[in-house]
């Protein structure tokens, strides 16, 4: 363990060093890095995860563009023109750090610790670098509570509270499947080592089944493509409940011994037969019932269910309807049966355990509302945003009232980064933070069971400096960690890694891959159960607060004025928005043909997308690829990428989901025109 920890990135010669990728991906890959010289020359993949199978994404592959790139924060620095402006001096980081600490003893003076407000998803980080050292810190402070909820909050909560998060199908088992279901994701650009599986499986005779409304790559090699509207998935997946139960398909001697609340969702579905829904849905009711039959009749059948789902008013729902479905077919306990959503979980490690400290009694803020929480928020106001981990004003919903809010005069606000993001613009100190390949930290796999160690494989570039030292050096200054209770790198690494359970410490230490639930292969039923307190499948979870009841379906908000469904997915140029400062050119929305044709736009021209909370303005991709009634624009965008200097979050209100209270991007309903021809 000794010999691992203490070892540092070489500045001589060529080298090549394994680490991991912990960015916001599913497959958590394993990694060669050749260093020459002290310098990154090649990123590629290894063997050492099982579903990497040796090969990366293009993303990462080229992640030296954003190590070395031209927007990259190499030293601390303060605000020299307006909020916006980009204008900064340099500074040294002890006058940074006795800024930040000061401000933030004066917003505790003036209005109270809740003033102060972090700012951080994380999903791009590792268990060393999000809710560990900065967790401990911020509690110790007594600053407001953040609801990180911009993604997966509703998937989770729908399957902690039906199944206890229990461990998924692994990759490799897709191979058994006879019948591969893709719901609502799109792994050919996040989640890429599903793929092979997939074909591989359906070289073997497997039938493939894609829920999207986009022709993604495994929807044109699908077996059945069912383009559903935005926001309709629930009434769909209810469809093929009702349609179980009535066709005498359901399991229902499995639901006897394993689930509760069998009945209840029996009534519900009972309201969504297979014609109302398909036509709520926009597709044809000879495919749904196509699948339904494909379905009941198919062993083993797996469902990769994703996120998209969950990007509306009806998320929760939608969510909790996909997962009961192979309980109510009966699908479990065979290899390649069963379910995979987020395999986070398994590993059992947990915040909590890591943070060590008790939350405190304090403001919760939603994160979904940072526009509202710093234009409105009066008791107390929020006087200090500290910002990492994330660039709200790329993702965060209602994006020019998130904008409102960074302008305030009165906001002291500190973005610690990678690279100059939009956000960061807005900040009044900057603090420049290591990438994955200048630090240690601990990567987890959601989708692959992946588990790795991380660590540095070169040095620090510029004054960037790791999360866990930055944290706890401003506790340090604020009093809240004694002088000599500092940690190192290694040190903090070693602190991390006493609190995970099992034998994970030991193994990530000695250099070996975490071990997972059957060995990354569990039979769900067989090697792994539902993690609720009584062991059963909740399918009717009465204790889940969903406030306009479980299963209840609000129709599409679209109106005449604003006709169209604009979602937002993921690309292949970004990880959510992490590399948007690379992408090049001007970004495309796609737009059906009909849609386009109603319009006057053709193929390159620009467009303005608008609705009463903005517009965006860009280019056009008239292509079949997007159902009628739908556009696309891509996740993550900066402002760089559009004409105007608005993405796709300009237009997305910030209503809650109906379990949660996760963002509702795939809600924003729009209106298209033509601005200039190409």
């Known amino acids: 363990m000794s010999d691992l920890v203490a070892t540092r990135p070489k ?39 099982a579903s990497t199978e040796g090969y990366i994404c293009g993303k990462v592959r080229r992640f030296d563009r954003r190590v070395y ?84 909050a509703p998937t989770g909560a729908a399957a902690t509270a039906m199944y206890g998060r229990m461990a998924g199908v692994g990759y490799s088992d897709y191979a058994q499947a006879r019948l591969i279901v893709i719901w609502g994701c799109n792994p050919s650009a996040s989640g890429v080592h599903l793929v092979s599986h997939i074909n591989r499986a359906q070289a073997a005779g497997a039938r493939v089944v894609v829920v999207d409304p986009r022709r993604t790559p495994l929807a044109r090699k699908a077996d059945l493509h069912l383009p559903v509207r935005p926001g309709t998935d629930l009434p769909v997946a209810l469809s093929v409940i009702n349609a179980l139960f009535e066709g005498g398909q359901a399991d229902l001697a499995f639901l006897a011994e394993h689930a509760t609340g069998v009945e209840d969702l029996r009534r519900t579905a009972r309201a969504w037969p297979i014609a109302r829904a398909a036509a709520e849905a926009g597709i044809a009711p000879a495919d749904l019932r196509t699948f339904v039959d494909w379905y009941a009749t198919s062993t083993p059948a797996v469902i990769r269910c994703g996120w998209g789902q969950e990007r509306s008013r009806n998320g929760g729902g939608a969510t909790l309807a996909i997962l009961a479905l192979p309980a109510v077919a ?139 030292e930055v944290f706890r050096e401003l506790g340090v200054r604020l009093g809240l960690v004694a002088d000599g209770d500092e940690l190192g790198e290694a040190g903090a690494l070693m602190d991390a890694a006493a609190r995970l359970p099992g034998p994970h410490a030991e193994t990530l230490l000695g250099g070996r891959p975490g071990v997972a639930p059957g060995d990354g292969q569990p039979i769900q039923f067989v090697d792994v159960h539902p993690r609720t307190p009584d062991g059963k499948v909740h399918l009717f979870p009465a204790a889940l607060d969903a406030p306009r009841g479980l299963y209840h379906y609000e129709a599409d908000p679209a109106t005449p004025a604003y006709p169209l469904s604009l979602i937002s997915p993921a690309s292949e140029h970004t990880i959510s928005s992490t590399l948007g400062e690379l992408r090049p050119g001007i970004a495309r929305v796609k737009i059906n043909p009909d849609d386009a044709r109603l319009r006057s736009i053709a193929d390159g021209d620009a467009v303005r997308i608008f609705n009463d909370l903005g517009e965006v303005h860009c280019e056009a991709t008239v292509t079949p690829e997007i159902r009628p009634g739908t556009v696309a624009l891509p996740k993550g965008l900066w402002r760089q990428s559009t004409f105007n200097g608005s993405t796709a979050t300009a237009l997305v209100p910030d209503s809650l989901t109906d379990i949660a209270g996760g963002a509702c991007f795939n809600d924003a309903r729009v209106q298209l025109e033509l601005l200039a021809r190409h």
């Open 69 to 152: 790139g031209a927007k990259r924060l190499r030293y601390p620095a303060v605000r020299a023109g307006a909020k916006g402006s980009g204008r900064f001096d340099r500074v040294s980081w002890d006058e940074a750090l006795t800024l930040i600490a000061d401000a933030m003893d004066e917003a505790r003076r003036r209005f109270g610790a809740e003033s102060v407000l972090p700012y951080h998803y994380g999903g791009s980080n590792g268990v060393l670098t999000n809710d560990f050292e900065d967790a401990r810190f911020f509690r110790r402070f007594g600053a407001s509570h953040l609801a990180r909820t911009l993604c997966a």
């Open 330 to 468: 009966g699908k479990f306990k065979v290899r390649g049966g069963g379910y995979t959503m987020s395999n986070s979980a398994a590993w059992g490690i947990t915040a909590e355990a890591l943070i060590d400290v008790p939350a405190p009694p304090v403001r919760t803020v939603n994160m979904n509302h940072l526009g509202r929480a710093l234009t409105e928020y009066r008791d107390p106001p929020v006087a200090m945003l500290f910002v990492y981990n994330c660039n709200p004003l790329a993702t965060v919903p209602h994006q020019n009232l998130v904008q409102r809010g960074l302008e305030r005069e009165d906001l002291f606000t500190v973005v610690f980064e990678q690279v100059m993001t939009d956000t960061a613009a807005y900040a009044d100190v900057l603090l420049p933070a290591t990438t994955f390949l200048e630090h240690y930290d601990v990567a987890k796999g959601y989708g692959a069971y992946h588990l790795h160690l991380v660590q540095p494989v070169i040095a620090a570039v510029g004054e960037s400096r790791p999360n866990h």
């Open 11 to 49: 500045t001589w010669g060529r080298s090549t060093v394994h680490t991991a990728c912990p960015l916001d991906c599913p497959d958590s890959c394993s990694l060669d890095v050749t260093v020459e010289r002290g310098k990154l020359v090649r990123i590629d993949g290894n063997r050492a995860a």
